[in-house]
């Protein structure tokens, strides 16, 4: 295990980058994009299913969140485990095929425990995609092209939300939520063949410097009791995690339930929805995304304090324009102003989870990519819509027409705490101290 005084490895000539990887990488981005759109076509989709089931914001906020992240999370720890001791590819083939079906039962729900039942096994299936993915795509490309690549890689996200903004509510309008769950699970099913058919399993370790090959120093074994205690002893790992989860816990509880938002209290259709919400989500944080990992690959090796201190300024820049959106009269101007939010939320993730892999050996990669997805989303996606639409709920009897309005204010301040933890985070990223 390397110390936080360690430099980044220079990447070995033979694992330049092949045609081949940018082909995994595809792919890999690819079953992300449906890993996603798998999980957020609930809350695309938030109105019909509420209008049929009889739910309420509260019960929607546990169903996308906490409900969801128990198994989400927690199982993925244990998925990782097995992925660096086995064969990645494997472990993320079965798991895309397990979140599909769940995703087809989803649509089959005919109460809100089943749903629950089915929205659990969604975060059964999907505990085991991005941690194998993480450590494949990071041993086919070498250390200096590894940011844009698993920057190019958490564009699944955005293209997720898009499609599943444009997707879902098409198929909504035009013949009913239940038929969205069954296709996009049609599809997850096809694309976990493929990627079992088509995608190798690669050496651990291969675009490393020869010196990450062997894995942690001797004496030390790549286990979830010393990936936990890496995480807690090891300050610069404990606050990117903290922060990124702060993070997390505005952008998923916003994405829980803007769609719900505009519909109810800015008179959006689902048609309009459809078009301009999801180009606007398609834009915005795939530029976001993008940007952000260029800049970690061009400037962090230089000034490594940028690991924190990009995403704290893009979190400031945004605060006002989450506070304008909330506040517009009608969709069309708050669409215009959730797009800047929705462009500089996202420059955490690339950050937060290059710096990551870089600072940890190549065997430790999937546990250590599990442990920050662990912690990221327990806070980000098991609190944040969980928290909204409890907060809604208990607003409503005194504000029944604008609950849902006010309990967006609630996120400002959670946006301050997300601040903090990046500026103290930039704060630890000394050049004599960290990694790259």
Avoid at 224 to 231: E, P, Q, S
Avoid at 271 to 282: F, G, N, P, S, T
Avoid at 293 to 309: H, K, M, T, V, W
Wanted: charged letters at 10%; one cysteine or more; a positive charge.
């Amino acid at each position: 295990m390397r110390s936080d005084a360690t430099p980044p490895p220079v990447a070995a000539p033979e694992a330049r980058t092949s045609r081949y990887a940018w082909c995994v990488l595809a792919l890999l981005s690819f079953v992300y994009v449906l890993n996603f759109l798998d999980r957020q076509l609930l809350s695309i989709l938030a109105k019909p299913v509420q209008d049929d089931l009889g739910i309420s914001d509260g019960q929607l906020g546990r169903l996308g969140g906490l409900y969801f992240a128990a198994f989400y999370c927690v199982l993925g720890i244990p998925v990782a485990w097995l992925a660096d001791r086995g064969n990645r590819v494997r472990v993320l083939t079965v798991a895309c095929a397990l979140w599909s079906l769940a995703t087809i039962g989803c649509g089959l729900a005919r109460s809100y425990p089943q749903l629950i039942a089915a929205r659990m096994s969604v975060g059964v299936g999907e505990a085991g995609g991005v941690p194998p993915s993480y450590a494949i795509i990071s041993d086919y490309f070498p250390t200096g092209r590894r940011g844009i690549a698993l920057g190019l890689f958490n564009l699944g996200p955005p293209i997720g939300q898009a499609l599943g903004v444009a997707f879902g509510a098409r198929i909504a309008a035009a013949y009913d939520w239940r038929l969205a769950f069954v296709l996009l699970g049609a599809v997850g099913l096809a694309a976990a063949a493929m990627v079992g058919a088509l995608v190798r399993e690669p050496r651990r370790g291969a675009a490393d410097a020869p010196s990450l090959h062997a894995g942690p120093p001797a004496g030390e074994t790549v286990s979830l009791r010393n990936t936990l205690r890496m995480f807690a002893t090891r300050p610069i790992l404990a606050l990117v995690s903290l922060a990124a989860g702060a993070t997390q816990f505005v952008t998923y509880a916003t994405l829980g339930f803007t769609t719900l938002f505009l519909m109810r209290e800015k008179a959006m259709t689902l048609d309009e929805i459809a078009l301009w919400y999801a180009v606007m989500l398609a834009v915005c944080v795939s530029a976001g995304i993008l940007l952000s990992g260029r800049l970690i690959d061009r400037l962090a090796a230089r000034s490594p304090q940028l690991y924190g201190l990009l995403p704290a300024l893009a979190l400031m820049a945004a605060v006002p324009f989450f506070i304008a959106f909330v506040w517009a009269p009608g969709w069309p101007l708050a669409l215009a102003f959730l797009s800047v939010p929705t462009f500089f939320n996202y420059f955490y993730l690339t950050p937060a989870v290059t710096l990551v892999q870089n600072a940890v050996p190549a065997r430790q990669r999937t546990l250590a990519g599990a442990t920050l997805l662990l912690i990221m989303n327990l806070i980000g996606l098991g609190l944040g819509p969980t928290w909204l639409g409890a907060v809604s709920d208990w607003l409503r009897p005194a504000h029944p027409a604008h609950s849902l309005q006010l309990a967006f204010y609630s996120l400002v301040p959670f946006y301050m705490i997300a601040i903090a933890l990046h500026l103290a985070l930039a704060y630890r990223l000394k050049p004599s101290t960290v990694l790259p």
